[in-house]
């Protein structure tokens, strides 16, 4: 007689282990995969806020104008000499490095103390409207009409160059680069002299009486001076005028 025989099916899981893992290590990929994108992303967006900080910043140090002297000028006429300084003129460089600066986004703060003036350049046709009587090309004629226009000496202040060596600064594009020097003349004509009708500054016949700028700068009186440009940290400047002017129509106040 035969042996009866019985057969044994034997469950294989091997394959379902394998496929287990096989879709564990897809969602590990996956999970990776969207880690680095959001990763690569978010590190871009840092280095461009990085970038413009760093250009940013850069300015704010390197873009500093520097006044390096300031005279004032006391008005006259027919040998008389009034008691007050009357126009200041500032000596103004740029820092080594420093990034161009534009003159006509450049605003000049000044104050002795009781009265208080925020200046903008004369062709400037943005803030107050170009200063009357402006031109493009001369400086003295812009001084002339800074000196006798009315409400001008509140509102403006007029340039001149001293160092240019590219040409690049004008009345009409006044642009500073490194190396370059120029006066700015704020009228600081004192309601007394105004009233006392002098129409000469220094070696400067302005052609007319002088306006009041609502300053009055008499011996010892505390001056402060800002320079704030469109970008870089702002120049500050500030002074006691002497205890007498004497007999000298120019007076050396800073530094």
Do not use: C, W
Request: aromatic share 4%.
């Amino acid at each position: 007689m035969k042996a009866n025989k019985s057969l044994n099916m034997k469950q294989n899981t091997r394959a379902q282990v394998g496929i287990g893992t096989l879709i564990i290590f897809i969602a590990m990929v996956l999970v990776a995969a969207v880690a680095a994108a959001v990763l690569i992303q978010t590190s871009g967006i840092l280095q461009q806020k990085a970038q413009s900080t760093g250009k940013q910043s850069t300015q704010e140090v390197s873009s500093n104008l520097m006044i390096k002297n300031i005279e004032g000028v006391r008005a006259k006429d027919s040998g008389n000499t009034s008691n007050t300084i009357d126009m200041l003129k500032l000596q103004v460089g740029l820092n080594v490095g420093s990034s161009p600066v534009d003159v006509n986004q450049v605003v000049v703060s000044i104050t002795d103390g009781t009265v208080a003036h925020n200046l903008v350049y004369a062709g400037n046709v943005k803030t107050y409207g170009q200063m009357a009587g402006f031109s493009d090309s001369d400086a003295t004629v812009n001084l002339k009409a800074l000196l006798t226009t009315p409400a001008a000496p509140t509102k403006y202040y007029s340039v001149d160059r001293i160092r240019d060596e590219d040409t690049s600064f004008s009345q009409a594009n006044p642009v500073m680069n490194t190396g370059d020097l120029i006066i700015v003349y704020l009228s600081t004509t004192s309601p007394a002299s105004a009233t006392a009708a002098y129409e000469d500054m220094g070696s400067l016949d302005a052609g007319a009486a002088l306006v009041s700028s609502q300053l009055t700068l008499v011996p010892r009186t505390t001056v402060n001076i800002v320079m704030t440009p469109e970008s870089g940290a702002a120049t500050i400047a500030e002074f006691v005028t002497p205890s007498s002017y004497g007999v000298k129509e120019t007076v050396q106040l800073y530094p």
